[in-house]
């Protein structure tokens, strides 16, 4: 709009511009000296004296739930795996874990100083799969336990065993390598 929109749009408007009656201010002075002399009742009193404590702890509450439900969502992000999801998420996730930490077992089994370089990166590698797990543990509670996000933890998992197979073949080859060296030195 323009200024001369505005100047239209006021001269049209009718401003109430009148006094109030004679006598108005007296009249709100003698109202107000009545109101202030009246002695407060004894409701008053209890309600003045009641009332920051019922702010103090209304405060109380609110923070507290507050609080709550940050933790509650804390804990829900600690809580959120492939278990939380159905029962047969959680098969899967306790046949991956069972099978990760006897791959595990295994590798630290074969642990040599001709493998010890390998495996050391091996558990780096899975140190940082692990950390990678956790991450889609947020995103499984942030997404809604998406489908994506449930493949994607699973696939971490495989992903998780294809490694330790992988390196445990390695040291089986190693081994091998070994050994037919040692048949082929002459004693």
């Known amino acids: ?4 929109d505005f100047d239209k749009l006021f001269e049209e408007l ?3 511009i009148e006094e109030p009656h004679t006598g108005h201010k007296e009249r709100f002075y003698k109202k107000l000296e009545a109101r202030s002399s009246k002695k407060p009742k004894s409701k008053g009193k209890i309600r003045n004296i009641l009332t920051p404590v019922f702010a103090i702890a209304a405060s109380f509450l609110l923070a507290f739930f507050l609080l709550g439900d940050f933790i509650g969502q804390g804990n829900s992000a600690k809580n959120s795996d492939l278990a939380s999801i159905s029962p047969e998420m959680k ?3 306790e046949f991956y874990t069972s099978v990760i930490s006897r791959e595990l077992k295994n590798l630290n089994a074969e642990k ?3 493998t010890e370089a390998i495996i050391n990166d091996a558990l780096l590698q899975m140190d940082k799969l692990e950390k990678r797990y956790g991450e889609l543990k947020k995103d499984l509670v942030n997404s809604g336990k998406d489908n994506r996000v449930i493949y994607a933890m699973i696939q971490n998992f495989q992903q998780r065993i294809d490694l330790l197979n992988n390196v445990l073949s390695q040291i089986e080859n190693i081994k091998t390598l070994k050994n037919q060296n040692h048949e082929n030195n002459i004693i």
């Not at 709009?1 to 001369?4: H, Y």
């Open 112 to 114: 040599t100083p001709e």
């Open 14 to 16: 009718n401003f109430d």
């Open 91 to 93: 098969q899967t996730q």
């Open 1 to 4: 709009m323009k200024n001369n």
